[in-house]
């Protein structure tokens, strides 16, 4: 666990530990608040199950928080729908949800999908391959939202070490991404965000009438364009950080980390063109030329596209 008390000022005023939720005080303040957890799922059949089993067991059947568990199984070709049944999840296709939109792809679309196949009032994003995974990640995320009205999003942050194919772990090695893009962008456009110490992670929960109101980026570019969005829609006093321990998930190979970089980056552009702080002569170009070990070469496309509010999309399919 960090330091809290030396960290707490660079986290914000709205930081606190999973350790200061328990859940019986947090079903005290649930009343009628209906919780959703969404888990977003590409061939994670060997992490998807146990995820579910102990948010099953811990937060529904001990103790009711939970209301309902979602798996949105992106385009998987393993067992992962198969093993997130087993395990007690409600399972949709990513593209079986909202089936007259054309399907786009990757996690940003996963996340869309799975807000609108889900109920909550409050909706609890969790990664399906996260090998440290606890109830206290969803306990400590949606505590703040329970307890103060005036907060609309929790995210994550946590120690993330780096798990070598041979186990070695390397403390502070993780989040390849965060610390060399993610953070750095932040840290130019927009500061108030710097202290968000992972941005990219994927365990965030909110309000699902703010989520609503949220375009979602497709591919990866998703968690960037969420947070900087949310600090215009809500602002940062309505955003809050909870630290959950550490954090160990699958770690992706190199040149699929160097797509990712490429799909955040896209994102942040898209933004700073929004916000009306670069004025692009052209567009950015999307392509990545990447280099393998064996002198093979890739051409990559790091675009990514949006999804529109859903509660834009409720409203014109109310009017039509
Ligand atoms: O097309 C996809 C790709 C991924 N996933 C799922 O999304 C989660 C995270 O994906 P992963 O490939 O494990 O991403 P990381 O390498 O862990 O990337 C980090 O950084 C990304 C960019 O912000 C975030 O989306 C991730 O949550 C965060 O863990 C996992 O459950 C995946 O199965 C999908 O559902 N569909
Ligand atoms: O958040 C990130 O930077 C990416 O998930 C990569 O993480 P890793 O370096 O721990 O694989």
């Not at 103790?63 to 007690?88: F, H, M, W």
């Not at 002569?281 to 509010?309: K, Y």
């Amino acid at each position: 666990m960090r330091a809290l008390a030396r960290v707490q000022e660079w986290y914000g005023p709205h930081s606190s530990t999973s350790a200061e939720w328990p859940v019986d005080a947090l079903m005290m303040a649930k009343g009628e608040t209906t919780i959703s957890v969404v888990l977003p799922a590409r061939d994670e059949e060997s992490t998807v199950g146990d995820i579910i089993t102990t948010i099953r067991g811990d937060l529904i059947e001990r103790t009711p928080l939970v209301d309902e568990i979602l798996v949105v199984d992106s385009n998987s070709t393993d067992a992962t729908a198969e093993r997130a049944r087993e395990a007690g999840a409600r399972v949709v296709a990513q593209n079986d949800v909202l089936p007259h939109l054309p399907p786009l792809t990757g996690k940003g679309e996963a996340l869309w999908k799975g807000l609108a196949a889900s109920k909550g009032d409050i909706v609890v994003y969790i990664d399906s391959d996260l090998r440290s995974f606890g109830a206290h990640y969803v306990t400590g995320l949606v505590g703040p939202l329970l307890v103060d009205t005036g907060i609309h999003f929790v995210k994550a942050t946590y120690e993330r070490p780096y798990v070598a194919a041979d186990g070695s772990v390397q403390r502070g090695d993780g989040g390849r991404v965060t610390e060399l893009v993610a953070r750095p962008l932040l840290n130019m456009f927009w500061p108030e965000l710097a202290g968000f110490a992972q941005p990219l992670g994927g365990e965030y929960a909110a309000r699902r009438e703010v989520l609503e109101r949220l375009p979602f980026v497709t591919e990866y570019g998703v968690e960037f364009g969420l947070l900087v969005d949310l600090l215009q829609l809500v602002g940062l006093d309505a955003m809050a950080q909870v630290d959950l321990g550490h954090r160990i998930h699958t770690h992706q190979p190199m040149a699929a980390l160097g797509r990712m970089a490429g799909q955040i980056m896209q994102t942040a552009w898209s933004r700073l063109e929004r916000q009306g702080r670069v004025l692009a002569s052209e567009p950015p170009a999307h392509t990545l030329l990447q280099f393998g070990l064996d002198n093979d070469v890739a051409l990559v496309d790091v675009a990514v596209a949006e999804r529109p509010p859903l509660a834009s999309l409720v409203l014109e399919e109310d009017l039509a």
